[in-house]
């Protein structure tokens, strides 16, 4: 039985597929900041279903009942769809939204790459963020991650020097499907700063946006974005300015940053790969405490 299910057949030219699946790490909700800005800026129309039942724990991610005077009139289910939209140029663009797979992650990655097969997209990107040791004075810089087919579009943003292991979630998987497809893949990740990235940081959605835009060769609106960051910016500089101890930590920052330009995550210099590790990890920690949870994060 198919994972997914087709909605529309109209013929699309060569669209890019936009990845971004709730669930995994998004500091400062950088991707969720991204995708809903782009799904706010052109009406979209449904594509594809994922078979929710076969791929999603429903006590993880409840369906929310609408109760009205004590009548339960319906269910709301979490669901992984396609949809699909255009750029300001007109270009199709589709979009791979929802909540992470709980379950059959290679199933899933194996209809993902059959979906993008039908639909004929000529590029896969995914999007996400994680927090870092990074100053919010300083523009947020792009990481990439690709499998070795795409490696050239990891070196257009961003190449990490040095090893390190990290968990992954399910992009990682859809990675290495799609590149061993031969379908042109490439995973955008903004460096949130760490003590930033527990509240919405719209900057790391900006720089997300123009990511896309330059690797996929699409036009995109992203100002409304790089208002709200700027803004968000300002009351950061308000709190920190409010401690020595952290204007203290900023400027440190600051120096590593600027004597690392060029290394997206500074492995090897600030921090290492086993610290940047341990700091992805104190934030899942972190999340788990406040209530929530990586399907949260």
């Known amino acids: 039985m198919p994972l997914f299910e087709r909605h529309s057949t109209r013929p699309m030219e060569r669209p890019v597929l936009v990845v971004t699946l709730d669930g995994w790490v998004d500091a400062g909700l950088g991707a969720d900041g991204a995708i809903s800005a782009l799904l706010a800026q052109e009406p979209t129309e449904l594509v594809a279903t994922f078979d929710g039942d076969s791929l999603i724990d429903q006590r993880a991610r409840r ?21 699909l939209g255009a750029d300001r140029d007109g270009r199709d663009v589709c979009y791979l939204v929802g909540p ?10 194996d209809a993902v790459v059959a979906l993008g097969r039908e639909l004929g997209v000529r590029m896969v990107v995914g999007l996400g963020a994680f927090p870092a040791p990074a100053p919010h004075t300083r523009p947020v810089r792009l990481a990439a991650t690709a499998p070795p087919q795409s490696a050239e579009l990891v070196a257009q943003v961003g190449t990490v020097q040095g090893e390190i292991d990290v968990p992954s979630g399910v992009w990682g998987a859809m990675e290495l499907a799609l590149g061993e497809a031969g379908i042109a893949v490439v995973g955008l990740w903004a460096r949130v700063p760490h003590y930033a990235s527990a509240m919405p940081f719209p900057a790391a959605s900006a720089a997300l946006l123009d990511g896309l835009g330059a690797v996929a060769g699409l036009s995109i609106d992203s100002s409304g974005l790089h208002g709200a960051g700027d803004a968000a910016l300002r009351k950061v500089d308000e709190l920190i300015a409010k401690s020595a101890e ?10 590593s940053v600027d004597e690392a330009e060029g290394n997206p995550l500074d492995v090897g210099q600030i921090p290492t790969g086993d610290e940047l ?21």
Not at 247 to 252: C, I, L, N
Not at 277 to 297: C, F, I, M, N, T
């Open 63 to 83: 369906p929310v009942a609408h109760i009205v005077q004590g009548v339960n009139e319906g269910l709301t289910w979490p669901v992984i769809q396609v949809r």
């Open 100 to 109: 992470e797979p709980d379950f059959r992650w290679r199933p899933f990655t």
């Open 246 to 255: 952290h204007t203290a930590m900023v400027r440190q920052l600051e120096l």
């Open 277 to 297: 590790a341990v700091e992805l990890e104190r934030y899942l920690r972190e999340r788990r405490s406040e209530g929530g949870s990586p399907e949260d994060a």
